[in-house]
């Protein structure tokens, strides 16, 4: 029996945007669009299936997205608060939306979603899929640490703007003599701060992963000004944690976090090294907007591809992931099953010791 191939798909963006959306989404509608499918762009992450939003579902053509390969963000917008599940009214009120999604779907002839997003939004999916609408989930999230990938786009490019950002505060601290603390995003996971540290050379790496004591980061700053240095870099994850801000390991995922990693650990470092000038850079959103990297473009690109090729051997309950050289098909189920996060015995956490970066922790 020959396999009926579907006819009309749609496609969103979910939770936190990032550098490569749009190069999915260009990716999907000109190959689904070559093979005859309609693609269908729900904005607004899935608002716009869901009744009284002022987001709307529209057909997206080959004409629209085929500028898109270098635009930063989502053309569809995105919302990290949109979970028909539970969703969040105005007024603080919660309501369970997701049997009004379906109705639109079915009305709209959707056959298949294509969910672009990170745990969140895939969780989300493999409900729909559960509830009868064919989900097909592509992977994002500047943080890096979903399981079921071995990458996400986005990430790189965050580490690229990161990295930037470094390079350019060394040659102020040298200048002025200072202590220069840069705070990146990575709430759970600290795979921004420890790239960037490692590729911008800093001197001290603070992850939520390795809870830092405030007297072994200064023991090791006098061993580094001590040498003839007169400045220093220090990059703070958004969620890295004093030993006594913790109840002994990392906080729950998504938990939440108050702002102000990186002013925190200067004030304690300023208390126990007096004399010392420190500054404090939050980085923020910047890493997440802007011109994707080049292989964040493919990496984004392959996967909108696959996610197509998937649909048409007629998959779903699926997640299109990066397994270099290729781009493999995973369960849906496996994307949110664990978070990733730096394992303070991994071999990239060794290689950065052996540099003489410290961790705060030891
Ligand atoms: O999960 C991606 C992420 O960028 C985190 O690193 C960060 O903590 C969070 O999103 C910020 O979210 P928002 O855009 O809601 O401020």
Known sequence: MTMRQIRRLAINTG???CSGLNAVIRAVVLHA??????VLGVEDGLDGLLPNKPAVVRKLTP??????LAQGGTILGTSNRGDPFAYHGADGSVQDLSGALLVRARELGIELLITVGGDGSQAIGLKLQELGLPVIGVPKTIDNDLDATVETFGFGTAVQVATDALD???TTAESHDRIMLLEVMGRDAGWIALHTGMAGGADVILLPELAYEPAVVVRDLRRILGGGRRFALIVVAEGAQARSETDGGPRARGAKIHGGAAQRAADRIAALLPGVELRVTVLGHVQRGG????YDRLLATRLGVEAVEAALRGESGV???SQPPDIRIVSLASAVARVRRVE???QIVGHARALGISFGDR
């Open 291 to 294: 011109t994707p990297t080049a």
């Open 344 to 346: 303070p015995e991994a």
């Open 63 to 68: 004409e629209e997205v085929r500028p898109l």
């Open 33 to 38: 669009c070559a093979r005859g499918i309609e």
């Open 168 to 170: 350019r505060l060394r």
């Open 15 to 17: 939770g936190g945007d």
């Open 319 to 321: 997640l299109v992931s």
